[in-house]
């Protein structure tokens, strides 16, 4: 395995790589435990044995056949109540990528799904570790469907379902890499409504009339987008009500 990825200018410039492992956000929250380590070190491997999804959620995957992986940002720049933005960069950057190299209809599903076709292609943990009012550090975990040939998972795909072509795992990596650094950039310099308006340019379901369920009921609601902290805005009955992640579901 190659030490570190040459083209991205911060971004896995330290790189663990890792046969298998629990969880490579664990693995990493550990080692930025246990010493100093750049902003930017990456922990990717061939397969995890516990691997963490959102909502406590395991995200599984078949050896070798996809992304895994964590990345260490230190957004100390970034105000706690703006956090979720770190969410819709990271879905804009896996997105962006993914559709450079396949046609298709790609979506993100609040927050941070990606979607191709209607189905779920990819996902993104994101761990925050707060200090004295900052983000000290985020851990960016990524997982990407890419070469399965078949999927049990309901409702989910991979690039080569979608598009019969194989992709090679380190190059689309450093794709992701670099995406996602001129993305971070952006946080970075203060363009949080030019972010937040293409993350709503690409949100699912955004303006149709779909089936939800909160912890009441099931209900009709329309997606209007999403409001400061990054909370979901649904008109419901023509009322704007706002969720947090585990307060809603979308049904199919
Ligand atoms: C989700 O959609 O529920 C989020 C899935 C995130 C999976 C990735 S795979 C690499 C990293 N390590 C983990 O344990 N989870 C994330």
Redesign the pocket.
């Known amino acids: 395995m190659h030490k570190f990825f040459a083209k991205p200018l911060f971004l896995g410039k330290k790189v663990v790589f890792l046969t298998q492992c ?6 990493l929250a550990s080692w930025v435990k246990k010493e100093h380590i750049p902003e930017g070190a990456l922990v ?2 061939n397969h ?1 044995l ?6 406590g ?1 395991t ?1 599984v ?1 078949q050896p070798c056949k ?5 990345i260490l940002l230190k957004p100390i720049f970034l105000p706690i109540k703006s956090q979720h933005l770190l969410n819709l960069i990271t879905g804009l950057a896996v997105l962006e990528t993914v559709k450079e190299e396949v046609n298709g209809d790609l979506k993100l599903k609040w927050p ?2 990606i979607y191709l076709n209607e189905k ?1 292609v ?4 994101i761990e925050n570790n707060i200090k004295a009012g900052k983000i000290e550090s985020s851990i960016v ?4 469907n890419l070469n399965q040939e078949v999927i049990e998972v309901q409702n989910a795909t991979s690039l080569y379902l979608e598009s019969g072509t194989r992709f090679d795992r380190i190059d689309f990596l450093e794709r992701i890499l670099m995406s996602l650094e001129s993305w971070y950039l952006k946080l970075k310099d203060y363009r949080y409504s030019e972010i937040e308006n293409i993350y709503l340019k690409y949100l699912l379901w955004k303006g149709e009339l779909h089936m939800f369920q909160d912890k009441d009921s099931r209900f009709l609601g329309k997606i209007k987008g999403i409001n400061e902290t990054g909370k979901l805005i649904v008109e419901r009955d023509n009322i704007d009500q706002t969720y947090d992640i585990k307060e809603i579901q979308f049904i199919y």
């Open positions: 629990h969880s490579t956000n664990d693995e990717h491997t995890q516990s691997g963490k999804g959102q909502r959620n995200w995957d996809s992304l895994l992986f964590s941070n799904d779920k990819g996902g993104v943990l975990g990524i997982g990407l």
